[in-house]
């Protein structure tokens, strides 16, 4: 089992933290208030999560460089700007991601992309959908991807509903998936899904 940091203390990273836990792993949640406790979060943790909102990430995660170095790095959240009814609106990187954007700031950090392309309560329990979901993965280290599709495990995926894209260039594909979300809210409401594979 590991010792795993989750940035961010919402509805994500609270679902998060009690389901590894529950897998037995040690979970250390860190929020933005007070700082120094994002700070503890990643210095102790083997593995970080980090389940804050996508369009502030890059400057919060890149004053952790010291404290995320050697680590691996599992990002969750999808950066954009809010629409004018506060759903997600335009990319903050088009032709790029903010998966590989944290790489490039973070390059002593093995950085994963995983479980940005569903609504948060299907992360900790994909076995709630009538069709069998997709966790799509991205990053430079095969290594990092294998623990984290380890940990994807614990939380309920079984391996056959995950899909190891490539490098951390293919984020940009996952990330630019939120762009159908707004509409499938306007018209559903909050009902959980998946942009899933099907085979």
């Not at 990187?93 to 998966?99: C, D, R, V």
């Not at 309560?121 to 294998?146: F, N």
């Not at 490539?166 to 942009?195: K, N, S």
Request: aromatic fraction near 4%; include cysteine.
């Amino acid at each position: 089992m590991s010792t795993i940091g989750i940035l961010g203390a919402g509805r994500v990273g609270t679902a998060l933290a009690d389901k590894l836990a529950a897998a037995g792993h040690h979970v250390v949640v860190g929020s933005r208030s007070p700082e120094d406790g994002v700070r503890i979060a990643a210095r102790t943790a083997e593995i970080v999560i980090n389940a804050t909102p996508g369009d502030s990430a890059l400057q919060r995660l890149t004053g952790l460089r010291d404290e995320l170095d050697g680590k691996i790095l599992v990002d969750l959240s999808n950066a954009t700007r809010h629409g004018a009814d506060g759903l997600p609106g335009e990319l903050c990187y088009p032709g790029s991601s903010l998966a590989e954007q944290l790489q490039a700031a973070l390059p002593g950090t093995r950085v994963v992309k995983t479980l940005n392309t569903m609504l948060f309560p299907v992360m900790t329990a994909p076995e709630i959908l009538a069709t069998p979901p997709t966790a799509y993965l991205s990053g430079d280290d095969d290594q990092a991807k294998k623990t984290v599709a380890g940990l994807l495990g614990d939380l309920g995926w079984r391996p056959e509903w995950l899909e190891d894209l490539g490098d951390i260039t293919t984020a940009r594909a996952t990330e630019a998936m939120i762009l159908v979300v707004p509409h499938l809210l306007r018209r559903h409401g909050f009902q959980p899904f998946a942009v899933s594979l099907a085979r």
